[in-house]
T-cell receptor, first 115, second 114 residues
Framework: AQSVSQHNHHVILSEAASLELGCNYS??????LFWYVQYPGQHLQLLLK??????LVKGIKGFEAEFIKSKFSFNLRKPSVQWSDTAEYFC?????????????FGAGTRLAVHP | GAVVSQHPSRVICKSGTSVKIECRSL??????MFWYRQFPKQSLMLMAT?????????EQGVEKDKFLINHASLTLSTLTVTSAHPEDSSFYIC??????????FGPGTRLTVT
């Protein structure tokens, strides 16, 4: 069955540290890839997306992600995190399943950034 | 960005009663809307996909007679939890599909069934 895996459930960093969150998916067809962020008490917001073209995509707030097709991965990165990046991050893959396209979410990674 | 609203944000109901949750796309037309359920500290699980003017498509394991979805217009979809039970208590989130293939999420509705 199609699935999305996020390797880190909880990540704790100090401000200015670099961040990389892993995301892998299992699906052999064409996919669209997303990272969403959920700040405390807020709704899901789109950080960035990949549909085609340059596999290195840049999103809001200094985030970027790289699609590596051979590894079925779409890892999220940020060179220097801030306290305000404390949130939950969800990788999602839009894939064709059961006769139509749908978004499959990873379990999420809870990031805590300490000053 | 596109805005999706949900109403109510919180609802408490007694076991056996029905609850309706509204999802509206405020500044765009959503041909397709999605309903998710999120358990505490877990990810979003797709419940159903609704297309305007047609029947919703439910994910495996989701009871369509219990979770009634109506997508009456391009800006409104409703989820009715019928004969609610405590195990239906959860966070329900809707989203509207954008032209670019992304989804715009509502703020969610926390349902508590006592």
């Amino acid at each position: 069955a199609q699935s999305v895996s996020q390797h880190n459930h909880h990540v704790i960093l100090s401000e200015a540290a670099s961040l990389e969150l892993g995301c892998n998916y299992s699906y052999g067809g064409t996919v669209n890839l997303f990272w969403y962020v959920q700040y405390p008490g807020q709704h899901l917001q789109l950080l960035l997306k990949y549909f085609s073209g340059d596999p290195l995509v840049k999103g809001i707030k200094g985030f970027e992600a790289e699609f590596i097709k051979s590894k079925f991965s779409f890892n999220l990165r940020k060179p220097s995190v801030q306290w305000s990046d404390t949130a939950e991050y969800f990788c999602a893959v839009d894939m064709f399943s059961g006769g139509y396209n749908k978004l499959i979410f990873g379990a999420g990674t809870r990031l805590a950034v300490h000053p | 960005g596109a805005v999706v609203s949900q109403h109510p944000s919180r609802v408490i109901c007694k076991s056996g009663t029905s609850v309706k949750i509204e999802c509206r796309s405020l500044d765009f037309q959503a041909t397709t809307m999605f309903w998710y359920r999120q358990f505490p500290k877990q990810s979003l699980m797709l419940m159903a996909t609704s297309n305007e003017g047609s029947k919703a498509t439910y994910e495996q394991g989701v009871e369509k007679d219990k979770f009634l979805i109506n997508h009456a217009s391009l800006t409104l979809s409703t989820l009715t939890v019928t004969s609610a039970h405590p195990e239906d208590s959860s966070f329900y989130i809707c989203s509207g599909g954008g032209l670019g293939g992304e989804q715009y999420f509502g703020p969610g509705t926390r349902l508590t069934v006592t």
